[in-house]
T-cell receptor
Framework: GNSVTQMEGPVTLSEEAFLTINCTYT??????LFWYVQYPGEGLQLLLK?????DKGSNKGFEATYRKETTSFHLEKGSVQVSDSAVYFC????????????FGKGTTLSVSS | NAGVMQNPRHLVRRRGQEARLRCSPM?????VYWYRQLPEEGLKFMVY????????ESGMPKERFSAEFPKEGPSILRIQQVVRGDSAAYFC???????????????FGSGTRLTVV
């Protein structure tokens, strides 16, 4: 089946530290991969995406590279800020119109000043 | 261009009552998805609908839960005879019809937080 596995949190960092949140996937076919962010009390917002192998998605200083050989899509940021504190979800969808997103369990990031 | 609108934002129901959650997709989107987020867990897919059709309800509990997306008006997720275990955040997402936009991603609403007391 199709699934997403994320590293368990919470992840606690100091401001300006380097962030990595691991994500691996299992999929039939060639999925598109996404990172969503959920700030406290809010819905999910698309952070970045990649649609094929070796694509790099980036937004707001966050990056993730679609690695087909390792079936991974790890999220990275060189220098986190307090405002990055949120829950981060890795997700995939198969490249068919109307297919649902499959999410990982989410990783809580807490950044302190 | 309004995003995905969900209401109410918060809903409190007593055990045994009915809960109705509404979702208006983005303009031009004809696919609607409902997800449930339980405390300390990720989002679980519940149901996928197009106008007047349920396409995939593999994530819906077999009893008490139903969903619809009528020709006119919002999509409705209905939970009958609610129990405490139904307390969760329910999110709706919409996506475009065109297969060429399949990699666009999905736009999520802000969710309805249901509390059963």
């Amino acid at each position: 089946g199709n699934s997403v596995t994320q590293m368990e949190g919470p992840v606690t960092l100091s401001e300006e530290a380097f962030l990595t949140i691991n994500c691996t996937y299992t999929a039939t076919g060639y999925p598109s991969l996404f990172w969503y962010v959920q700030y406290p009390g809010e819905g999910l917002q698309l952070l970045l995406k990649a649609t094929k192998a070796d694509d790099k998605g980036s937004n707001k200083g966050f990056e993730a590279t679609y690695r087909k050989e390792t079936t991974s899509f790890h999220l990275e940021k060189g220098s986190v800020q307090v405002s990055d504190s949120a829950v981060y979800f890795c997700a995939l969808t198969l490249n068919q119109a109307g297919t649902a997103l499959i999410f990982g369990k989410g990783t809580t990031l807490s950044v302190s000043s | 261009n309004a995003g995905v609108m969900q209401n109410p934002r918060h809903l409190v129901r007593r055990r045994g009552q009915e809960a109705r959650l509404r979702c208006s997709p983005m303009k031009g989107h004809s696919h609607v998805y409902w997800y449930r987020q339980l405390p300390e867990e990720g989002l679980k897919f519940m149901v996928y609908l197009q106008k007047e059709n349920i396409i995939d309800e593999s994530g819906m509990p077999k009893e008490r839960f139903s969903a619809e997306f009528p020709k006119e008006g919002p999509s409705i997720l209905r939970i009958q005879q609610v129990v405490r275990g139904d307390s969760a955040a329910y999110f709706c997402a919409s996506s475009p019809l065109s297969s060429s936009d399949v990699n666009y991603g999905y736009t999520f609403g802000s969710g309805t937080r249901l509390t059963v007391v």
